[in-house]
């Protein structure tokens, strides 16, 4: 995929659009990991890939190298993990919280003795919480919402689409490209105590709902009916 920096002033992006205004995605190829920012205390490093059967605890992983070390290793020249930047970039809170509530439930999966192969499933949290981190869009709803009644496509569709925001980097790398993910877009309700836009106080509501375990599931919609809601 070519790196074509004018489609971040898409409409896609407006809700990201003071994290993409950095110089830093305005070059003429894709920033090297060794420049990108330090966000909420975390740095990006270059991804050291893990030698098959070699023996690994917990904070070897992906997630404990975040909660451990603050560090989020980084492939080079790749798009989904720098986009997985910009979504530090944009909710530092949520993005924290998400990375903790994963290692716990790593550490409930592993436990604290060696092993060489991860287990064949994962908890349901952990799913959960991939689904965030990769593939939703964030809709803020008023505080009565109910998070126990799914998104409709109605609902999903009517006076709220104005305010959907890209959360998962992997569905940010769609509206990139469209040949990237598999095509699945979960949307997320995230209920604010006033009718706001202010993706700070978005961030702190996710932040608080992944702390607390109150995640709601996401209403599936594919990508392409995201993308034409935001007119993408």
């Known amino acids: 995929m070519n790196w074509e920096p004018l489609r971040f002033d898409g409409r896609p992006f407006a809700p990201l659009a ?5 110089p830093l995605f305005r070059g003429r190829c894709l920033p090297p990991v060794a420049t990108w920012p330090t966000v909420a205390g975390v740095r990006f490093e270059k991804e050291v890939p893990r030698r098959r059967g070699e023996s690994f605890l917990p904070s070897d992983l992906y997630d404990g190298q975040i909660v451990t070390r603050a560090v989020v290793p980084s492939r080079e020249e790749n798009l989904h993990d720098l986009f997985n ?13 998400l990375h903790r509530r994963q290692y716990a439930a790593l550490c409930e999966a592993l436990g604290d003795a060696p092993r ?38 109605e609902d999903v569709a009517g006076e709220l689409a104005p305010r959907l ?31 706001t836009d202010d993706r700070g106080a978005v961030d702190e509501a996710i932040a608080e709902l992944v702390a607390s375990d109150r995640l709601p599931m996401g209403r599936r919609l594919g990508f392409s009916f995201c993308r034409s809601l935001i007119g993408a």
């Open 18 to 22: 003071d994290v993409f205004a950095d």
């Open 85 to 97: 930047m910009v979504a530090w970039r944009a909710f530092p809170r949520a993005k924290t919280a």
């Open 116 to 153: 060489t192969t991860l287990p064949n499933r994962r908890l349901p949290i952990q799913d959960r919480l991939t689904l965030l981190d990769e593939a939703s869009f964030v809709l803020p709803v008023p505080p009565t919402w109910d998070l126990a009644r799914p998104l409709t496509r």
């Open 165 to 195: 925001i890209p959360f998962g980097h992997g569905l940010v790398e769609f509206l990139y490209d469209g040949h990237a993910g598999d095509g699945r877009g979960f949307v997320v309700p995230v209920p604010l105590p006033t009718a």
